[in-house]
């Protein structure tokens, strides 16, 4: 149980289904869509002040699932509640209300930004959709007030994103996401396109403005140790499936699911005595490999439930 959890419930996310039909090149006409599911049955709670890490391999449905959250990506199934009211079906002026609680950091800083617009109008753009009838002078002001808050010099107000670097155009869009001053920010790899040191500055400054601004934060990112850093809890997914959640202690320390172990595995650790396997000598037979040993688990697990279903039959 995290400190969190005696706070008010922002989120709650059950059962959550994003499928998308496709179909195959070798298909014939008349055979029907296969079904990709990007996310199969997701359930969650998001606590007020909370930060949430998501974490997994590249495909496994962490940006669809932030996606279908917000209302980007249509969901198959499961709901989606909000402050208790079920986001699901939501015509769209219905979300744009919702959206002004609710913001998104993108993935690449630069190409979510207008090259055609100015910082200044970039950032000032939530403003003048949601409150058109706010004086030029005001907009203005509190644009400023927001680029000092995520570390940018006011008198840049005029410039383009071509003329910044990639941890700029990332606080343009983190100014742009809190400037309507939401409840909960969905940040969908952040950092990933950024170097290490930059990293860092974009993290530190996302916690000190949740400490600033009491914000929640769903961080979606590869990075383990950057989750670590900041998330209060984990969730982690794999092919579309929530297969383990837990505070970060939990999941880091004590990994209960056979991939989140595989996961945590994979983490380089700075030992200069770990015992070290050379392309040259690689041995003859059956090697016990960490995957291979994970295949051992899957399968014992699959025997389990099979056994235990046949028990079943056989008893009723």
């Not at 449905?61 to 917000?70: E, Q, V």
């Not at 980007?72 to 002004?100: C, H, M």
């Not at 005001?138 to 383009?160: D, F, S």
Request: charged letters at 20%; glycine letters at 6%; hydrophobic letters at 40%.
């Amino acid at each position: 149980m995290t400190q969190h959890e005696n706070r008010p419930v922002l989120l709650e996310v059950n059962d959550l289904k994003v499928h998308f039909s496709i179909r195959d090149k070798k298909q014939w006409f008349w055979q029907p869509d296969k079904s990709l599911k990007a996310v199969d049955g997701v359930t969650l709670r998001l606590y007020e002040g909370e930060t949430l890490g998501v974490v997994g391999e590249s495909g496994c449905g962490k940006s669809t699932f932030a996606r279908a959250i917000i209302g980007l990506v249509k969901s198959t199934g499961g709901s989606v509640s909000w402050l208790g009211n079920n986001l699901l079906g939501l015509n769209e002026k219905q979300w744009r209300d919702i959206r002004s609680d609710i913001q998104m950091i993108f993935q690449d800083p630069l190409a979510s930004l207008n090259p055609r617009m100015t910082i200044g109008d970039i950032i000032a753009e939530p403003l003048k959709t949601y409150n058109p009838k706010m004086p030029q002078s005001e907009v203005i002001e509190k644009v400023r007030k927001m680029m000092m808050r995520v570390g940018l010099l006011p008198n840049l107000i005029n410039r383009y994103p071509h003329e910044f670097s990639g941890g700029q155009c990332q606080r343009i869009g983190i100014a742009r996401a809190l400037i309507l001053e939401p409840k909960l920010v969905i940040c969908d790899e952040p950092v990933s396109a950024l170097d290490v040191s930059i990293q860092a500055q974009v993290v530190n400054l996302l916690q000190e403005l949740q400490r600033e601004m009491g914000l929640s934060l769903i961080f979606i990112a590869h990075d383990l140790a950057v989750v670590k850093h900041i998330s209060d809890r984990v969730l982690v997914m794999y092919l579309g499936n929530a297969v383990e959640l837990g505070t970060y202690d939990e999941v880091y320390n004590n990994p209960l699911h056979p991939y989140t172990k595989a996961l945590m595995s994979a983490v380089p650790v700075p030992d200069p005595d770990k015992e070290k396997i050379k392309p040259l000598n690689y041995l003859k037979g059956n090697c016990r490999h960490p995957l291979i040993r994970l295949q051992v688990v899957y399968l014992e697990l699959a025997v389990h439930l099979l056994m235990k279903a046949v028990l079943k039959q056989n008893l009723y």
